[in-house]
């Protein structure tokens, strides 16, 4: 099958299992949330597919490709891309070396392309391209990340928590331009704590709840009521 396909994976942290048996699906072009409460293995599953964790148990195939436990860079080659949770920019190189250094191992045109890309969508980015990245404020360093994940072109795109720390109105203009940003097939896995938006951004979702998944639903049966979801994430009735 293309897109990812997750089978039945187990990972953790040593001999600490976390996530304990998990499926998740999605078509190449397909939208999808993985949400759940904090600590509920999320961001786990996302480091698992972009390679900095290997899995215990289980296959995790991307357009047929057995990928699980391959190491990072390759996968960033097979166009993985992470927006890790907390930015991660590196804050002693200028902006314009952060979006250098994601263009890595591919032709100077595509980072000439990228570059024009991204500055005019985010032209603070261009204004301050000389700048330690350290330097930006959190919502810039959120645009600078987002522009690292363009420049890379993703096939496979996997965000954590675009919305953390972030003003709702900036958040709100970052989810419109993401169709913007990222051509329609790019595949698209978002870990989002604010599920109001995700399910208005994804066409399907999958809750996880310490470590295994017990909700999955296209969006439309909860958009008008998101609230509803809180009882899945913490098991109990809302
Ligand atoms: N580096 C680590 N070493 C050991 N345990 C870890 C590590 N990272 C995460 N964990 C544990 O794994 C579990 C799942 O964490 P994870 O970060 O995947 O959750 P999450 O759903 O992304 O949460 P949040 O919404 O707070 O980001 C938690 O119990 C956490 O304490
Ligand atoms: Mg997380």
Redesign the pocket.
């Known amino acids: 099958m293309s897109g990812l396909s997750i089978k039945d994976l187990k990972v ?3 001999r ?1 299992e ?2 304990h048996g998990v499926d998740i699906d999605v078509n190449v072009g397909e939208k999808v949330a993985l949400l ?12 698992t597919i972009s390679g900095l964790l290997t899995p215990t148990e289980g296959t995790i195939t991307f357009d047929g490709d057995e990928i699980g436990g391959t190491n990072p860079a390759a996968l960033v080659d097979m166009g993985v891309i992470q927006v890790p ?1 907390g930015r991660r920019v590196f804050p002693g190189l200028n902006v314009e070396d952060n979006l250098k250094v994601a263009n890595y191992g591919k032709s100077p045109d595509l980072l000439e392309e990228g570059l024009e890309t991204v500055y005019k969508k985010f032209p603070i980015l261009q204004e301050r391209r000389k700048q330690a990245a350290g330097l930006l404020s959190g919502g810039q360093q959120q645009m600078l990340s987002l522009s690292r994940a363009i420049i890379a072109k993703p096939k496979l795109l996997l965000i ?2 675009m919305s ?1 720390g972030l003003a709702p109105l900036l958040v709100k203009e970052f989810y419109e331009q993401l169709g913007d940003l990222f051509s329609e097939d790019v595949t698209l896995l978002l ?1 989002e ?1 604010n599920a109001g938006l995700a399910l208005k951004y994804c066409s399907r979702f999958y809750v ?1 709840r310490n ?1 295994e998944l017990v909700l999955q639903s296209d969006s439309a049966n909860y958009i008008d009521d998101p609230t509803a979801l809180q009882s899945a994430y913490l098991g109990v009735d809302a």
């Open positions: 953790g942290y040593g600490n976390v996530i759940g409460a904090n600590g509920a293995g999320k961001s786990t599953v996302l480091k949770e954590d928590e953390l870990v704590q996880l470590g």
